[in-house]
Each structure stands twice: as C-alpha cells, then as structure tokens.
C-alpha cells in the first residue's frame, strides 16, 4: 500500500512539474546564421535561452526597458556552421524582444501574451503571428517577405514599421491608438487609416494605391504617398487625387510620382491648411503629370513651400 501511495505522489509531483514548466511562456525562432549573433530582451523576472546547438541553455534575470538598450539586455552567442537553428527563449514576464538582422526564417511568439515591443525586421520571415500579442504597443517587421499581417487584435498598437514587405492587404482599422505607420514598398491598392484619429506620421510610398482617405486627421504631420526617388517605371502610387481636409497639424507632404494633373493638384492645394506651424510646410509634388502647370500660388498664399524637382 505504501509503495503504491508513494508511486502515486511521484506521479502527481511529475505531473506538476511539468504543467509548471508547459505554462512559462515560450518564443522560439529558427535561423541558419553563420556566426555571431545578438537577441535583446527586457523584462522583469528569470529568462531560459536554449541556442538550439547542444550548448548549455543560459539563465538570466531580466532588466527593465526604460529609453535605451543597455549592455544588460544584450544576450550573444556564436555557430560555426550554418545548420537549422532553432533558438527557445521561456520567460513569464519578457516584454521587449529584438531579433534584428539574425537570419530569421520563422518566429514564433504567440504564447508571450506580455510582449510590448517587437523588433524582427531584416530577416527572412514570410509569416508573422502576433494575434496573441494583445499587449503589443510596437512592432517593427519591415525588411522581410511577409504576405500577412493581421494586426487587428492588437488594439494597443501605437507604432508599426511593416514596409517593406509582400503586403498586399493591411487593415488598420481595430488600430485607434495608432500614431506611427511606417508600410512603404508593399503591394496595396488601397489603405483606408480613417480610424486612425491619433497618427501623426503615415509613410505608404511605393505602393499601388488608388485611393487614400486622410480627411480629419488632425493630428497628422507628415504623409508620404509619393517617394522621392524618380524612376521611370517606378511610381509612389497610382493616386490621381488627394484630399487632405482637415488635416490641420500637416507640415510635410510627399505626393511625388503619383497620376496628379494640373485640376487634381490645384484641388489638393484647395484643401491644405491655412495654420501657421513653427517647422514649416512643405509639399513635394515632383513627377506628376500636373506638376509643372498646376497653380501654385494657391499653397504659396495659404504659406506652403510646393517643391518641383527635375531629376
């Protein structure tokens, strides 16, 4: 009877142990990285790193983000050859996670629903997952090959880098705390960011969008619709009109390269702001078919500076 109950309490202890262990959040990542290579984490609390090459997994007690990445949150490690990778990270309170620049070519990090901040851009990720990820305030992907990105759970989204990427949809519109958003050289056709009451910063060059809604954005600054660099196949987007009513905190446009005639740009010239700002007002409209005929006066009166550039 005694080695029975004995038996019995080993297993319920076994058990324990490790529904204790399958609770601790995990993230796991694979790369073929020859090398050196630098993850940066932040948090509270104790952190497991299993490089995934037979090493000793490392543990470390996490330090707190503040305004800076200090040496503390610096974790490196070094392979000799270019094998399949997969790197596991558990931790019950990681926050901050960067994974720049490492040969990514799969994260996975659905499980660690305390994650804020996350940095995996210029890697080689054609997916990304970050459904779970409710806490989520900032993700910077750009510089993958992403088809997806699903970002409509992530209600407390304030700045979002996904360009450039293979987007061909991107729908922002669960986003209401959004201020920054950074989502050039994708493959849309439209963008609707009328939800987006708090941005201040819309960067969409290098698209193929037809249509742009920004009317009474009142906090937006600077949109960039076009793209500075001149290329003869190469359009900002397919805009042939743009309406920026309301807009009354705008300071810097960028429409260059886009479909704009002589009516479309002196009707967007209409609808700039009359506001005085410390910074200035600039509008870039350089390679449009309406550039070098359109009236612009109409933005010079209201105090804009209407840039035309020949190269």
């Not at 000793?56 to 330090?63: A, I, M, N, R």
């Not at 009513?245 to 260059?256: F, M, Q």
């Not at 870039?284 to 035309?308: L, M, Q, R, T, Y």
Request: glycine residues 8%; aromatic residues 8%.
């Amino acid at each position: 009877m005694n080695r029975i109950f004995f038996y019995m309490l080993a297993a319920v202890v076994l058990t324990t142990a490790c529904d204790k262990e399958k609770s601790i959040p995990k993230m796991t990542m694979t790369t073929q990285k020859v090398g050196g290579l630098t993850i940066i984490l932040a948090g509270s609390g104790k952190v497991t790193i299993d490089w995934g090459d037979g090493s000793k997994k490392e543990e470390h007690t996490l330090s707190e983000f503040y305004t800076t990445w200090t040496s503390e949150h610096r974790f490196s490690h070094s392979y000799a050859s270019g094998l399949v990778r997969t790197i596991s990270i558990t931790g019950e309170n990681v926050t901050h996670l960067s994974c720049f620049d490492i040969g990514l070519t799969s994260l996975e990090i659905g499980q660690n629903v305390a994650l804020t901040h996350l940095y995996c851009s210029r890697n080689q990720l054609s997916s990304l997952n970050v459904i779970s990820n409710i806490a989520l305030t900032t993700l910077y992907c750009y510089d993958n090959q992403i088809g997806n990105l699903d970002v409509s759970r992530n209600s407390k989204l304030k700045t979002l880098y996904c360009g450039p990427n293979k987007l061909k949809i991107l729908d922002v519109s669960k986003n209401s705390e959004l201020e920054v958003l950074y989502c050039g050289s994708n493959q849309f056709t439209s963008l609707d960011v009328s939800k987006n009451s708090n941005l201040n910063t819309l960067i969409c060059d290098g698209n193929q969008i037809n249509n742009l809604n920004v009317k009474g954005l009142t906090k937006l600054k600077n949109l960039n619709c076009g793209r500075y660099t001149y290329t003869p196949e190469g359009l900002g987007n397919h805009l042939t009109s743009l309406d920026v009513s309301g807009c009354t905190s705008l300071s810097t446009l960028n429409c260059e390269n886009n479909l704009l005639t002589i009516e479309s740009l002196n009707v967007l010239f209409g609808t700039l702001h009359e506001n005085t700002i410390s910074s200035g007002k600039d509008i870039f409209i350089s390679h449009n078919p309406g550039a070098e005929g359109c009236d612009k006066s109409i933005a010079e009166n209201k105090g804009w500076w209407v840039a035309i550039r020949s190269e």
